[in-house]
């Protein structure tokens, strides 16, 4: 079992910046996949991020440019910074993991074993 734990969510204004952080334990891996997803009420969860086992990352097209992922090995954390924030990027934040090692673009919510709760985020215009 892996537990995800999700921190940094908050309201900002648009145009303003957050962080948030996924803290890993239980049994993961610094090399499995790993992604941050995000939901809105009435929608499907959609990938917003994600980072393979060589440390390459992919991106949602709405959020390519503001968004980075990164990981820190040595804390087992997942990293996502968001600059440039827009009101339609509110939603609920999740962190999700594998369970094994992957390469390529990983942004299908099928394709994750383990999830935080989520971290709600919401922009204001």
């Known amino acids: 079992q892996v537990q995800l734990v999700e921190s940094g969510g908050g309201s900002v204004q648009a145009g303003g910046s957050l962080r948030l952080s996924c803290a890993a334990s239980?049994?993961?891996?610094?090399?499995?996949?790993m992604g941050w997803f995000r939901q809105v009420p009435g929608k499907e969860r959609e990938g917003v991020a994600t980072i393979d086992t060589g440390g390459n990352k992919a991106y949602a097209g709405s959020v390519k440019g503001r968004f980075t992922i990164s990981k820190d090995n040595a804390k087992n954390t997942l990293l996502l910074q968001m600059d440039s924030l827009k009101p339609e990027d509110t939603a609920m934040y999740y962190c999700a993991s594998g369970s094994d090692y992957c390469f390529g673009a990983r942004l299908l919510p099928g394709e994750y074993n383990y999830w935080g709760q989520g971290t709600q985020v919401t922009v204001s215009s």
């Open positions: 239980g049994q993961t891996h610094s090399r499995y996949c």
